[in-house]
């Protein structure tokens, strides 16, 4: 497991697990029935924010969301 290392003095991290889709092979105004030929995988991805140091900058999402390993995520097994 992989720690993420907090910012200087901000102790309130916010953090939610997403399941995002890694994008296999390229398309443009894709059927819906054709939609997971496209899908070369999942990851699981937990998705740090840190909202007082993002509000204290001018709330510029980038400010809370790009400490190191502030986006850690794992490649799961092949799906298909």
């Known amino acids: ?21 890694v994008v296999g092979k390229q398309g443009l105004h ?5 939609a997971l030929e496209h899908v070369a995988g999942y990851c699981v991805l937990n998705d740090f924010t840190e909202r007082e ?8 999402w980038t400010k809370g969301k790009s400490f190191p390993g502030f986006a850690p995520w794992a490649r799961g097994g092949d799906s298909r």
Do not use: E, V, Y
């Open 1 to 21: 497991m992989t720690l993420c290392a907090l910012p200087p003095r901000q102790p309130t991290p916010i953090g939610k697990w997403s399941l995002p889709s």
């Open 53 to 60: 140091f993002q509000l204290q900058r001018g709330g510029q």
């Open 30 to 34: 894709i059927d819906r029935t054709r």
